[in-house]
């Protein structure tokens, strides 16, 4: 069975930083892209980023390009999001989700984590 | 900052059949396909819908989806009181390098 399970999230001040790890098991991890997305208190889905299997590949949503970087290690089957320069707006749930499908924009997420909460304040 | 738009809610009472709409752009929906996922209070979305109108496996025949240009829909037909829930459609965008998804769409049984 697959399992995603994200950890790391907490309370932190603005301006700091954070990672976020996802575990994975039940499935070929070097196989799949994987994605992280976030969900605001109360709002809707944003997507935040996807890396590709090889980790080489990696896309970013606009709000967090250039402050948060995703990466994997293939051998620990995990998924992580270095979240730096923290903001309020940030604060969220934050999801990760194996993607499936032939390309990157060809895909579905399936199935996701149960999210970890991340809240930015002072 | 969606840039795929839903309605909010939309309700039916059981039995009835509810339609919720996302509309989009060529960039996104209109070139790409639409994926649509289900949100139940206080859990991660699951999967309902993948390339348009794929069901995957245990996803009952009652949800079914179209496309026509730079909208698509989502039916739920015989509708349930399981089925209350948030419902969200998404799609790569060719501008943006990435995924959007809409506005999200609360579904309540009457």
């Known amino acids: ?122 | 900052q969606s840039v795929l738009t839903q309605p909010p809610s939309a309700s039916g009472t059981p039995g009835q059949r509810v339609a919720i709409s996302c509309s989009g752009s060529m960039s996104n929906i209109g070139s790409n396909n639409v994926n649509w996922y289900q949100q139940f209070p206080g859990t991660a979305p699951q999967l309902l819908i993948f390339r348009n109108d794929q069901r995957p496996s245990g996803v009952p025949a009652r949800f079914s989806a179209s496309k026509s240009g730079t909208s698509v829909s989502l039916a739920i037909s015989e509708l349930q009181s399981e089925d209350e829930a948030d419902y969200y459609c998404s799609a790569w965008d060719d501008s943006l390098n990435g995924y959007v998804f809409g506005t999200g769409t609360a579904v309540s049984v009457l």
């Open chain 1, 1 to 122: 069975q697959v399992h995603l399970v994200a950890s790391g999230g907490g309370v932190v001040q603005p301006g700091s930083s954070l990672r976020l790890s996802c575990t994975t098991s039940g499935f070929i991890f070097v196989r799949h892209g994987m994605h992280w997305v976030r969900q605001a208190p109360g709002r809707g889905l944003e997507w935040v980023a996807l890396i590709l299997n090889d980790g080489r590949v990696k896309y970013y949503g606009g709000s967090v390009k250039g402050r948060f970087t995703i990466s994997r290690d293939n051998s620990k089957s995990t998924l992580y999001l270095q979240m730096n320069s923290l903001r309020g707006e940030d604060s969220a749930v934050y999801y990760c989700a194996r993607d499936l499908g032939p390309s990157a924009r060809e895909s579905w997420f399936d199935p996701w984590g149960q999210g970890t909460l991340v809240t930015v304040s002072s």
